[in-house]
């Protein structure tokens, strides 16, 4: 079944358009990885499917079965879409359970959300060491957890990864890889990952798309794209 | 008690009462009952600062709109102040959250500084409306905390006497309830987590489902509150009430903020007491140094202080890690 849906996706920044019509779907229970050079769109087109302002966009973007065209934002993550932005974006003056605390403030359910916070702290036992420490303070694999964390937080249904991979250590992404894959395959959460690591993102994604430009270029099954010429050449580097 | 007259000092320039004991702790407590004025609109100020980033100009003004309906309602009226105040500072904090929605959010969407004007044109608007609907002339204000001129603590027998008003007194109250009010409010709640974390980053906010324009609205409402409420203690402590009730505290309480590096709410409040002691002790050290020109003192300090330290006394030099 569809989960997401995305026809002719246009965006701009004020006077400048950047994404130029973009197609692309994700079935529920798929990992799909957006693959593109620096530039390219790919935050773009994650900013735009959550409605962030200062961006104005048009065409359909279907979520669950109901547009989210013009919604706040707001009202997109109480749909079930969260998003880990490019960069982390946690809230530094805020220790790390505030940020936590942060990440589930759309539900009521108190007890099953500090549950939820503990099960997070003993898949990253370094989160739970600097429970009271401000997220300002965390090296970037620990402010990457958090970013991570603070957004399954929200029991999302669409999970999207911009860049996971930035600037961390292979055993930290190989880390972080894992748990995506996990929640994936446990707890059924769709993901949309942009990714620069291509062949670790191809590794867990089911489907693959390459934007250029603005626009989608190429689109199959990871593991095609994963063999295709252009692709190895321009993303893989082999 | 003349303690201090007894050192050999002869500072040319400085005023010989300053080396009574009485009369300094006098200074002090003038000092600090303006200064806790002084904090809370300094809190206004840091309030609306911390998420929106700018400044409102008006919120003096907004106060005194509120003090003056004080006085209407019970001074004309004749409806008891503890109806009265309580019932100006929720109209207040309704038209700032108003105002907020209405007049700053379209204007703040397109940048620049759009905003600066809006408050300052607010500024001014509120101060002629205050007049026209009020008059010019200053009028006797409501008196929350008594006000006799025998409603003191003595604490040093004088002459000069050291003492402390019952409302001196309140006004420090009031400041300590309104602290830790503010402070319940964006530590322990749902609300002021939502309000913090819009401070701290604005897009993510969003992205956790934090409605930001929300966050924004209240901020306007407390600070309009909290601005009212500082007129309406002020109006009593000066026991006089115009329509310029507050435009020299609105500096003032700029001031503050600025020392308290505008984004801290203990910071508004040392910096109130700063501003607060230096208005009330400098003109009184140096006595050529007129009490008009304490403002001018106070603002000095403050651009002294903010050469050391721009980040003001307790602001944090900001933790960014990327
Ligand atoms: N706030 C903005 N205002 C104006 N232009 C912007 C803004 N953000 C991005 N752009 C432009 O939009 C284009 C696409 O940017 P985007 O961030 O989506 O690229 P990306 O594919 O995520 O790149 P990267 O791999 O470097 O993260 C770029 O040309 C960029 O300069
Ligand atoms: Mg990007």
Redesign the pocket.
């Known amino acids: 079944m569809t989960l997401l849906t995305v026809e002719g996706l246009e965006a701009s920044?004020?006077p400048?358009r950047?994404l130029h019509g973009i197609d692309l779907t994700v079935e529920r229970g798929e990992v799909v990885v957006l693959l593109?050079a620096?530039?390219?769109?790919?935050?773009?087109t994650l900013r735009a499917l959550c409605q962030l302002p200062?961006l104005s966009t048009s065409g359909r973007v279907d979520f669950d079965g109901r547009s989210l065209v013009g919604c706040r934002t707001e009202e997109v993550v109480r749909r079930g879409i969260a998003h880990v932005p490019?960069g982390r974006g946690t809230f530094p003056e805020l220790s790390v359970e505030e940020n936590l605390d942060a990440g589930a403030y759309l539900r009521r359910d108190r007890r099953e959300v500090r549950q939820d916070i503990e099960r997070w702290y003993d898949t990253f036992p370094r989160l739970a060491d600097r429970r009271h420490q401000s997220a300002g303070t965390l090296s970037g694999g620990e402010q990457q957890m958090l970013a991570v964390a603070r957004a399954c937080l929200s029991r999302p249904q669409l999970l999207l990864l911009d860049?996971p991979s930035l600037g961390l250590a292979p055993l930290v992404i190989q880390h972080l890889f894992e748990i995506f894959a996990e929640l994936n395959r446990s707890d059924g959460t769709t993901i949309l990952v942009?990714e620069?690591n291509a062949t670790l993102a191809l590794s867990i994604a089911t489907r693959a798309y390459v934007i250029e430009s603005g626009q989608i270029v190429l689109t199959g099954p990871a593991a095609e794209l994963h063999h295709d010429d252009g692709v190895r050449r321009a993303y893989l580097g082999f | 008690m003349n303690l201090l007259q007894t050192l050999p000092w002869a500072v040319p320039g400085v005023n010989d009462a300053f080396f009574d004991l009485s009369y300094v702790l006098q200074l002090v407590t003038t000092g600090l009952a303006n200064g806790a004025v002084y904090a809370l609109m300094a809190l206004s100020v840091v309030i609306v600062y911390r998420t929106t980033g700018h400044m409102n100009f008006a919120q003096g003004e907004m106060g005194t709109i509120g003090c003056l309906l004080v006085f209407s309602i019970s001074v004309e009226r004749g409806v008891p102040y503890w109806i009265s105040i309580p019932a100006a500072i929720a109209l207040s904090m309704v038209v700032g959250a108003v105002l907020q929605r209405t007049l700053v959010q379209p204007v703040e969407r397109r940048g620049g500084m759009g905003v600066v004007l809006v408050t300052l044109g607010l500024f001014l608007i509120i101060n002629a409306v205050d007049a026209v609907i009020w008059g010019a002339d200053p009028v006797t204000p409501v008196t929350p905390f008594p006000s006799e001129a025998g409603d003191r603590f003595i604490i040093l027998d004088g002459p000069p006497q050291f003492a402390i008003r019952y409302s001196t007194i309140g006004i420090w109250i009031t400041l300590a309830v309104v602290v830790g009010l503010l402070w319940l409010l964006l530590q322990r709640t749902r609300l002021g987590l939502g309000y913090r974390a819009v401070a701290a980053n604005p897009e993510s906010a969003l992205l956790v489902g934090i409605p930001k324009d929300r966050m924004l609205m209240l901020g306007w409402a407390l600070a309009a509150g909290i601005g009212t409420l500082a007129a309406v203690l002020f109006s009593q402590k000066t026991g006089s009430l115009d329509f310029n009730l507050m435009a020299a505290v609105i500096l003032y309480g700029l001031a503050a903020a600025a020392l308290g590096g505008f984004d801290s709410i203990p910071g508004a409040v040392v910096g109130g007491a700063v501003v607060g002691l230096v208005e009330s002790l400098v003109p009184a050290f140096f006595s050529f140094i007129g009490s008009e020109l304490s403002l001018v003192m106070a603002l000095v300090v403050i651009v002294a202080v903010l050469l050391v330290r721009p980040q003001g006394i307790f602001g944090k030099a900001k933790v960014v890690r990327v």
């Open positions: 920044y004020g400048v950047v593109g620096n530039g390219a769109g790919k935050t773009t200062g490019q860049e942009v620069q």
